[in-house]
């Protein structure tokens, strides 16, 4: 029996899409995959499948260099 899939919906700024959508094709997928990735990863760490902090894996926020 095939799985029955239901769509999910999120609004961005029509330049965030676009962006997306330009860096899955880069990597060799669509949004809608990279998507269905993002959740399943979610779902397999009972959260974000990467560190969200300001100062996380891709250094720390620009603000946090001001004194």
């Given at each position: 029996?095939?799985?029955?899939?239901?769509?999910?919906?999120?609004?961005?700024?029509?330049?965030?899409?676009?962006?997306?959508?330009?860096?899955?094709?880069?990597?060799?997928?669509?949004?809608?995959?990279?998507?269905?990735?993002?959740?399943?990863?979610?779902?397999?760490?009972?959260?974000?499948?990467?560190?969200?902090?300001?100062?996380?894996?891709?250094?720390?926020?620009?603000?946090?260099?001001?004194q």
């Amino acid at each position: 029996m095939a799985e029955h899939m239901t769509p999910v919906v999120a609004k961005v700024l029509p330049e965030e899409k676009a962006a997306f959508a330009a860096a899955t094709q880069l990597v060799g997928t669509t949004p809608s995959n990279a998507i269905r990735m993002f959740i399943a990863a979610f779902n397999r760490c009972g959260t974000f499948p990467f560190d969200i902090s300001p100062s996380g894996a891709f250094g720390a926020a620009p603000d946090s260099h001001q004194q």
